[in-house]
């Protein structure tokens, strides 16, 4: 069954990247997801305040990926306490956020938010709400790592690798 799920992680190249190569994703995009304001580009994301969060889409076979496992492995690249920072990326539009499409996905959600807390005595600072907006990010974003592979990634090689 095709699933579709909405990972903020930092700088979404990164998370795209890293995503694309998990077995049973079928399909990565990046967008701007939950801000006040309608197609914003990226310059408005980064310099005016809309509210828009740096997000990946994830298309996905669930019968050969659960939910979990996806949340598991996004957990293993992000520092989930830090508030709207993410490596070098600092802002409201790097936070992160687990969006989802389908309200059954919130329970899994919301209990495996509850297991990561237990590895941290900060508290998590992962936001799990409903997609409201999504809108898909410029052309140039997308796949952008692989457009430039010494582009600046967050994420460390030895992730990639372990991913793959």
Known sequence: MQKEIYLAGGCFWGTEK?????????QTEVGYANGQTEK?????????????????????????????????LYYDVIN????????????????TGVYFVDQQDEVVIK?????????????IAIEVKLLLKYF???????KYLDKNPNGYCHITKDKFDKVK
């Open 18 to 26: 890293y995503f694309e190569n998990v077995s049973g994703v079928m």
């Open 111 to 123: 209990n495996s938010i509850v297991e990561l807390q237990k590895k941290f005595k900060e508290n």
């Open 136 to 142: 898909k990010a410029e052309e140039y974003h997308q």
């Open 40 to 72: 914003p580009t990226y310059k408005e994301v980064c310099n005016e305040n809309t509210g828009h969060a740096e997000t990946v889409k994830l298309v996905y076979d669930e019968s050969q990926v659960s939910l979990s496992s996806i949340l598991e």
């Open 80 to 95: 989930p306490v830090s508030i709207n920072r993410q490596g070098g990326d600092v802002g409201s539009q790097y936070r």
